[in-house]
């Protein structure tokens, strides 16, 4: 493993009870950072900072409310936010666009798109005011090309990659670097979500010929979450296995 030094940071990850947050959790941990979990799945956030020694916060990303709280939850044990990962995020029903039901749209783009800017909106504040901060938002290869039959999905990835493009750009001339990764698919509880047909057109399109693994996209994201990550901002980064073509 390579080392990436985050020494002295503290970072919170949304989604960090499973998946690729879980990853990115471990690997931050390896890096020397203290962490706070988000998860709306509060058993499993216990279980997941129990595990590595780390702080549990329950939080609808979805409900301002409960991003406020968590936001001040976190910084009482753990200091001032310096990183912000966003990798909580649901897949929605593999329906075509004149099938999807209107309450699975708007949840999906709820938890894949409001939450990164609910979090995004009240943790860029404390990082302005000591301006320095990491925000990696977790996109997909799909919010770049569109998959069929997984629309929702498709489109609030692809405005997650315009947020941070937006956001990116408002922050520019300041210490605070905003990126975001748009891997393939990756083998994780999330295709629990999908029908197996689905899961097969998503490995038909990467030449690899393998889903990618949560370890590779932390690998990534720990960089981008880095004070190495100094000249790049508002910009996509792909891990999809030779699939994305622009």
């Not at 929605?92 to 699975?104: E, F």
Request: aromatic share 6%; with cysteine; glycine share 10%.
């Amino acid at each position: 493993m390579n080392q990436i030094d985050l020494a002295g940071r503290s970072a919170v990850i949304t989604g960090g009870a499973r998946g690729i947050g879980l990853a990115t959790a471990e690997r931050f941990i390896a890096s020397g950072a203290k962490l706070a979990i988000w998860d709306i799945d509060g058993v499993s956030a216990d279980a997941a900072a129990a595990c590595l020694g780390q702080t549990a916060i329950q939080v609808d990303v979805t409900d301002e409310a409960s991003v406020i709280s968590a936001v001040a939850r976190s910084e009482a044990a753990i200091g001032p936010i310096d990183i912000l990962v966003t990798s909580a995020g649901i897949t929605g029903p593999n329906l075509t666009i004149a099938d999807y039901p209107l309450d699975d749209w708007r949840r999906v783009l709820d938890v894949d798109l409001t939450g990164p800017f609910l979090c995004s909106k009240h943790l860029v504040p404390g990082m302005s005011a000591r301006n320095y901060g990491r925000i990696v938002h977790i996109a997909s290869v799909a919010g770049k090309e569109g998959n069929p039959n997984a629309g929702a999905y498709s489109a609030a990835k692809a405005g997650v990659i315009s947020l941070t493009k937006s956001l990116g750009k408002e922050l520019a001339a300041t210490g605070i670097r905003v990126n975001c990764v748009t891997p393939a698919a990756v083998q994780t509880e999330m295709f629990s979500q999908m029908t197996e047909a689905h899961i097969a057109y998503m490995l038909s399109k990467i030449p690899m010929g393998r889903f990618g693994r949560a370890e590779e996209i932390a690998a990534l994201v720990t960089w981008l979450a880095s004070e190495d990550c100094s000249f790049s901002t508002a910009a996509v980064f792909d891990l999809s296995g030779g699939r994305a073509t622009f």
